[in-house]
């Protein structure tokens, strides 16, 4: 039975709706990261350098959240390493399929092996970084309560 031309279309649609907006939450989720982890390190800097008048309480945790906030900031910048050479890879093996006039498939087992382990390390950096995002940041909110003695 044969698949109607106005159901591809539909899926063609909503595949690229969905592709598009995977594309724009990623570009928010790099601004995000890279935003609150150089602001909250930057900023947090210049209160210990420049502008503290007081003695710092619980060091520990404020360089606990500086920890967090560059685990967050290396782990994205892996990932997005790691991403352009997925995007790398898979270029090369379709231009390795057009060379070959389109003939076969356009991605061996092997090569779709190893850019599913391509991705899954790039989804655990961005795990990370998320997680590292969050506890540095949290860090530096539970410094600075303690810094203020609010508690």
Not at 71 to 85: E, M
Request: net charge positive; charged share 15%.
């Amino acid at each position: 039975m044969a698949i109607p031309e106005e159901t591809r279309e539909i899926y063609r649609t909503e595949f690229n709706r969905f592709d598009e907006a995977k594309i724009r939450n990623g570009i928010a989720f790099d601004h995000i990261v890279y935003a609150v982890s150089t602001g909250a390190f930057a900023l947090s800097i210049s209160y210990v350098v420049g502008l503290n008048k007081t003695p710092i309480s619980h060091p520990f945790i404020l360089i606990m959240s500086w920890v967090f906030l560059l685990v967050a900031l290396f782990s994205h910048a892996y990932s997005y390493w790691v991403g352009v050479d997925v995007s790398d890879y898979m270029q090369k093996q379709l231009v390795s399929w057009r060379k070959n006039n389109f003939l076969g498939q356009a991605m061996t087992t092997e090569a779709i092996s190893k850019k599913n382990k391509m991705d899954k390390k790039m989804m655990w950096c961005n795990k990370i970084a998320t997680i590292a995002l969050i506890l540095g940041v949290s860090c530096l909110l539970l410094f600075s309560v303690f810094q203020l003695g609010i508690i």
